[in-house]
């Protein structure tokens, strides 16, 4: 089949792989390239990087609804446009193009998680399951017809990296039987109910910024969420800390803590208070600094037996 493809970020570049290996993807069309990093050196997206080693057409539009965009989009002539991970709204003009429409591969449980952060905010609300649904493109957000829909446990020690690790496959296996079905004229749309919809907004640095007089577990699902991106925040000695990895501990004779206040549990445990029981803090960074396991934060902030996070 003949694929237009609409991706950005590294999460598309499998799917993209996957359809360059199985399918003739015509083009790509993907965000402009930006300033990154503390150098702001201008940087191409992953999906245009994956494109280039692949030796595939390359769109990088600032207006989808300009008419030279167009023009070019039917000049490929393509069977369907597959969408990932985008980041843009598409207009009717180019999800009405191909003969088969456009179709996305979205990583939540539709009509759950409507919205730009499915994966993330499913951890952050400590769901135990999510989904990959592939839905046909509308111009309202996320309500297209389900074409194919499968479910996904998440574990509770499990990261958005993690996560993605698990759905991408899935939605791989899902896209590819529902383009046979198209092909054959076998699929079978199913309208979603808007009543049960639910919507997630994006990740901003005040999501990912840590509250300690939340309970531990949301705090725990908090940050398990923000990995690897944009990594759960806190204040430490006038100083930004990134704390990447918690559990809840399960050791039966825990210090009470003040929310935020640091005990340092000998050399290599360091437990931090929430209104509800504490967390353990496993793998943290100081800003300007690599990312290290707790033993050797310890040992290089010569923490006291008390401190606090703010």
Same mark, same amino acid.
């Given at each position: ?101 456009? *179709? ?8 759950? @998680?409507?919205?730009?952060? #499915? !994966?993330?905010?499913? /951890? &952050? =609300? ?27 446990? *998440? ?8 996560? @993605?690790?698990?759905?991408? #496959? !899935?939605?791989?296996? /899902? &896209? =590819? ?134």
């Amino acid at each position: 089949m003949n694929i237009g493809f609409f991706g950005t970020p590294s999460v598309a570049q499998n799917l993209l792989l996957h359809l360059c290996a199985n399918h003739n993807v015509l083009f790509v069309v993907t965000n402009c390239d930006k300033p990154a990093g503390r150098n702001k050196k201008i940087c191409k997206p992953p999906v245009k990087l994956c494109a280039e080693s692949n030796n595939l057409d390359i769109l990088q539009p600032v207006n989808l609804k300009d008419d030279n965009l167009i023009s070019i989009l039917q000049q490929y002539n393509a069977d369907i446009f597959i969408v990932f991970a985008y980041g843009q709204l598409i207009p009717r003009s180019i999800f009405d193009m191909p003969r088969y429409g456009t *179709i996305n591969l979205h990583p939540s449980k539709l009509p759950m @998680y409507r919205g730009a952060a #499915p !994966v993330e905010w499913a /951890l &952050i =609300d400590g769901l135990d399951t999510t989904a990959v649904t592939i839905q046909k493109i509308t111009e309202k957000l996320d309500a297209g017809d389900i074409l194919a829909q499968k479910e996904v446990p *998440i574990t509770p020690e499990m990261n958005a990296t993690d996560l @993605y690790d698990r759905l991408i #496959p !899935v939605g791989i296996e /899902l &896209i =590819d039987s529902v383009l046979q079905d198209l092909n054959n004229n076998t699929s079978h749309p199913v309208k979603q109910d808007d009543s049960l919809a639910t919507y997630c907004t994006k990740i901003s640095r005040d999501t990912a910024h840590i509250d300690w007089n939340k309970p531990a577990e949301e705090i725990h699902n908090q940050v398990r969420a923000m990995n690897p991106r944009p990594g759960a925040w806190t204040q430490f000695r006038n100083s930004e800390l990134k704390i990447w990895q918690t559990r809840i501990p399960e050791d039966d004779d825990l210090p009470s803590l003040k929310p935020g206040e640091i005990f340092r549990l000998g050399k290599r445990r360091l437990l931090i208070g929430c209104t509800e029981m504490t967390i353990e803090i496993l793998r943290l960074q100081l800003i300007g600094k690599k990312e290290v396991d707790v033993a050797a934060f310890i040992n290089g902030a010569r923490l006291e037996l008390l401190d606090s996070f703010t």
